[in-house]
C-alpha cells in the first residue's frame, strides 16, 4: 500500500497568511495526487487534481504543486472560509489512500 | 446536478451486518466514465476507502476490508449499496457515498454522510 504522510499535523495562522501544507507518498505516485477540503461536520470538498489543477469554481488562491513523492498544497491568502481540515489522497494504485489530515486553525 | 444520498441504520448491534444504500440522482449510474464508491470517517479521525464498483458490477475492494465487505449497484433504482460483516466498534464511523473518476482518480462529489455507531 502507498502510505500518504501529511505535515503538519496542524498550523495556526490568520487572515492573510499564506500557508503551506505538505504531503509525502511511501512510494513514486506521478501525479496522481489529490487534495481535499472538509469542514466540520461536511463532506470534503475536491480542490485539486492531478497534482496541479485546480477544480471547478476552487478561487485561485489554491494551488498544489509537485510530482513523484512530494507534493504541496499553497493558500496564497487565508480567507475566513479556508479554517477547515485538508487531506491529500493518491490515485496512483489500489487500494487508494489518503493523508492524515492537516488541520489550519486560526491563530 | 449529480447528487447522493447515504440511508441505513443508525446504530447496528456488534457482530451483525451494516447495510447502507447510496442513491444517485440527478445523473445517470451507467456513465461508464465513473464508478460508485464507499469512504468511512471514524469519529475525530481521518479517511478510508473502503471500496469502488461500476454500473456493470467490476469492483475494487480495501483489501483490509475484503473478507468482510460487499459492494453492489442497482441500475435500475439507481443504487449502490454497501454490506460489512461481523461489525465491531472500529467499524463506527461516518460512511459516505462517492462517485470516482477513474481517469484523473478523485472523489467527487461525496453524499453528506450517514454516521453509523456500532454497539453491544
Known amino acids: 500500500d502507498i502510505q500518504m504522510t501529511q505535515s503538519p499535523s496542524s498550523v495556526s495562522a490568520s487572515v492573510g497568511d499564506r500557508v503551506t501544507i505538505t504531503c509525502r507518498a511511501s512510494q513514486d505516485i506521478s501525479t496522481w495526487l489529490l487534495w481535499y477540503q472538509q469542514k466540520p461536520g461536511k463532506a470534503p470538498k475536491l480542490l485539486i487534481f492531478?497534482?496541479?489543477s485546480l477544480q471547478s469554481g476552487v478561487p485561485s488562491r489554491f494551488s498544489g504543486s509537485g510530482s513523484g513523492t512530494d507534493f504541496t498544497l499553497t493558500i496564497s491568502s487565508l480567507h475566513p472560509e479556508d479554517f477547515a481540515t485538508y487531506y491529500c489522497q493518491q490515485a496512483k494504485s489500489f487500494p487508494l489512500t489518503f493523508g492524515g489530515g492537516t488541520k489550519v486553525e486560526i491563530k | 446536478q449529480l447528487q447522493l444520498q447515504e440511508s441505513g441504520p443508525g446504530l447496528v448491534k456488534t457482530s451483525e451486518t451494516l447495510s447502507l444504500t447510496c442513491s444517485v440522482s440527478?445523473?445517470?449510474?451507467?456513465?461508464?466514465?465513473?464508478?460508485w464508491g464507499w469512504i468511512r470517517q471514524p469519529p475525530g479521525k481521518g479517511l478510508e476507502w473502503i471500496g469502488n464498483i461500476n454500473y456493470s458490477g467490476d469492483t475494487y475492494y480495501n483489501l483490509s476490508l475484503k473478507s468482510r465487505i460487499t459492494i453492489s449497484v442497482d441500475t435500475s433504482t439507481s443504487q449502490v449499496s454497501l454490506t460489512l460483516n461481523s461489525v465491531t466498534a472500529a467499524d463506527t464511523a461516518l460512511y459516505f457515498c462517492v462517485r470516482w473518476s477513474s481517469s484523473v482518480g478523485w472523489f467527487d462529489p461525496w453524499g453528506q454522510g450517514t454516521l453509523v455507531t456500532v454497539s453491544s
Open positions: 492531478l497534482a496541479s
Open positions: 440527478g445523473g445517470s449510474i451507467s456513465n461508464t466514465d465513473y464508478y
